[in-house]
């Protein structure tokens, strides 16, 4: 699969876009063109084609009835589903994870709907809401642990099938339903939790996007400096979500209690 320009997609951001995850596309874009790659942002609502020639796709998180609107809208559209069939990557993030899976519920009465199946993994309403600072552990394809930082936000607890493998290990959070895991991972399908936006903090997970959806290793920004701070700014933020761990859990649930 080619693209010239390298085409990053955010599918319906007026829907699955309420916690700033276009931030994920601009992260994703940017870092190609500091590489000197050619690369194009292009937004899409509904009743407009979903194209069919994008290198990464994304979807974001809503409210219920986004939910819904959303997945019916993508479904009707066919785009997606021919775009990973072409090999292109979707990475969706909360609301958009929830509704890439097999159903998901909406609604005081708990309604099951059906998701567009594109990971093996339901979603149900939790016993509290997550919310907090998360932070769990990546193996990258090359053996290398990273740790992931985000900031989750959700009521739906999602259960993996046999299918899809866990993205990462939680270290602090709940994740995917407090087993110990968070996100998934399905072929050229992966989803997460946490908002930040999700890339802007971990440009590691970035890169592994990018690398798969073109079929070649990018290896480090040609930028020491950008690297370097870019470094420095997770650290801190990982020290800090650390060091205030015990507070973290101690205030997670206040929000359900009220």
Not at 218 to 237: F, K, T
Request: proline share 5%; with cysteine; charged share 20%.
């Amino acid at each position: 699969m080619s693209h010239n320009p390298v085409r990053i997609v955010v599918v319906y951001q007026s829907l699955l876009g309420i916690y700033g995850d276009r931030g994920n596309a601009m992260v994703l874009t940017q870092r190609l063109r500091r590489r000197g790659i050619d690369a194009e942002l292009v937004m899409v609502e509904p009743g407009s084609p979903v194209p069919t020639d994008g290198a990464v796709y994304l979807l974001g998180g809503g409210e219920d009835l986004a939910q819904v609107a959303a997945v019916n809208a993508m479904r009707a559209d066919g785009g997606i589903f021919h775009a990973l069939e072409d090999g292109a990557v979707l990475f969706a993030v909360c609301a958009g994870y929830q509704i890439a899976g097999n159903t998901f519920t909406v609604g005081d009465h708990d309604e099951v709907i059906e998701g567009l199946g594109l990971v093996d993994a339901t979603t149900r309403r939790g016993p509290v809401r997550a919310v907090g600072e998360v932070l769990s552990h990546w193996t990258r394809p090359d053996g290398l642990e990273v740790v992931l930082s985000g900031f989750e936000n959700h009521g739906g607890y999602t259960t993996l099938g046999p299918a899809a493998r866990p993205l990462a290990r939680i270290e602090l959070g709940v994740g995917n339903c407090g087993d110990g895991t968070e996100g998934a991972v399905q072929g050229q399908v992966v989803c997460t939790y946490p908002h930040g936006p999700n890339l802007v903090r971990n440009p590691a997970l970035a890169d592994w996007l990018l690398e798969k959806a073109l079929g070649r290793t990018l290896g480090e920004l040609p930028d020491e400096q950008l690297n370097e701070e870019l470094r420095v700014l997770r650290e801190q933020r990982i020290t800090v979500a650390r060091h205030s761990k015990n507070l973290a859990e101690d205030t997670r649930w206040l929000g359900a209690r009220r």
